[in-house]
């Protein structure tokens, strides 16, 4: 999982998590945060877990850290934490909780 994670590097194809990475990335440099989390909260309390448990994995964890890192995807995802949630997406404001503390 090394070698040739940063798609299109070296010739690498992309993967599922960079499908999710971009998902969860788009609207995060806007003033409302994360698109996702307000059109489809259940997919983005999804998202995060994916990434929070690939990050918790010993086999997976340092290229995950590594790519989130050349991503700057903790520091742009937590300016805009806690997420505003509604009925639908009550579960997310828990996992954010946890996602902080950890």
Known sequence: MTVGFLSGILGSARTCLHAVMSALCRGVDTRQGPSCVRSAPEFAELAYRL???????????????????THDFLYRHAQHLPFATTAAGMYLSTTQKCFICC
């Open 51 to 69: 990434i929070y448990v690939l990050c918790g994995d010993r086999e997976t964890s340092d290229p995950v850290l590594r790519y989130l890192r």
